[in-house]
C-alpha cells in the first residue's frame, strides 16, 4: 500500500500562487509516474499535471505556462507550483502516484487538498 498526503491548498485571489506538496509513503519502492488531478463540483476528476520517475513532465492544455510540476524522489514528494490562478482553478486537487504490478499498475489516491480562487 502506498499513502498519499496532500498539503498547500487554501484560498487566493486570481492572479495569486499557490504551491500544492503531496509525500508518498508505505510500499514506495518502484512508483513510477506521480501526479495531480482535480475535481470541481458537478464535474469529473481531470488530470492537471503528471511526472514520471525520470523526470518527464505532462500538462493539461489548460494550465501549461502557468502551473509546473516537480518531483524530489529523495524525499518521496511531489509537488505543484501553480502561477497566475484563475477562478476555473477551483477545485479539490488530488495527488496520484502509480506503480507496475505484473502486467499492470496500481494507482494511489490523496484524500485531496482544496484550492479555491476568487475573482
Known amino acids: 500500500q502506498v499513502q498519499l498526503v496532500e498539503s498547500g491548498g487554501g484560498l487566493v485571489q486570481a492572479g495569486g500562487s499557490l504551491r500544492l506538496s503531496c509525500v508518498a509513503s508505505?510500499?514506495?519502492?518502484?512508483?513510477?509516474?506521480m501526479g495531480w488531478y482535480r475535481q470541481a463540483p458537478g464535474k469529473q476528476r481531470d488530470v492537471v499535471a503528471t511526472?514520471?520517475?525520470?523526470?518527464?513532465?505532462n500538462y493539461a492544455d489548460s494550465v501549461k505556462g502557468r502551473f509546473t510540476i516537480s518531483r524530489d524522489n529523495a524525499k518521496n514528494t511531489v509537488y505543484l507550483q501553480m502561477n497566475s490562478l484563475k477562478p476555473e482553478d477551483t477545485a479539490l486537487y488530488y495527488c496520484?502516484?502509480?506503480?507496475?504490478?505484473?502486467?499492470?499498475?496500481?494507482?494511489?489516491w490523496g484524500q485531496g487538498t482544496q484550492v479555491t480562487v476568487s475573482s
Open positions: 496520484n502516484a502509480k506503480r507496475p504490478v505484473g502486467s499492470t499498475f496500481v494507482g494511489y
Open positions: 511526472i514520471t520517475d525520470g523526470g518527464i513532465t
Open positions: 508505505g510500499s514506495i519502492f518502484r512508483i513510477n509516474t
